[in-house]
């Protein structure tokens, strides 16, 4: 048996050298979970033949039309969402329902932030996702292409 012989060397793609795109995308009709895993890979951009793990390689999501994500089974009564101030008795509990009517960006804000790392490079991947409740964004000047999420 012969030695396996490496030619080439592994690619790593730098900071600076990564083209960043912006992508928008339509949630409506979409059901959270999924939506919200292509999200948060193309935040990361592993879609990227230059994917390197410790380099933010991803590119910039718009999200648009927030309020009218879909939810399957019971989540809109059944799933709670816990926030905690620290203090004695300060655990607050908000239902998917409720949340979708009175901040809609914040459903699925917090359901990509739980598919990023839980580190400095996750909350500069975290940057980069924007979200809005409505049809309009402001981000018209960086000409944001269509994301095809299924």
């Given at each position: 048996m012969g030695v396996l012989m490496m030619t080439g060397r592994t690619y790593s793609a730098k900071p600076g050298e990564v083209e960043r795109r912006w992508y928008v995308v339509d949630a409506q009709g979409k059901v959270l979970g999924r939506?919200?895993?292509?999200?948060a890979m193309v935040l990361r951009g592993k879609r990227k033949p230059?994917?390197?793990?410790?380099v933010d390689a991803g590119d910039f999501v718009i999200v648009v039309n927030a309020q009218k994500i879909r939810l399957t089974g019971k989540k809109l009564r059944q799933k709670i969402y816990y926030h905690s101030s620290r203090y004695p008795g300060g655990l607050?509990?908000?239902?998917?329902g409720d949340l979708l009517k009175k901040h809609p960006e914040r459903l699925i804000q917090r359901a990509v932030r739980g598919m990023l790392p839980?580190?400095?490079l996750g909350d500069a991947l975290y940057r980069k996702l924007k979200v809005y409740a409505g049809e309009k964004h402001p981000h018209q000047a960086q000409k944001p292409v269509p994301l095809a999420v299924r």
């Open positions: 939506l919200a895993s292509e999200v230059q994917f390197t793990p410790h607050k509990a908000t239902a998917a839980k580190s400095k």
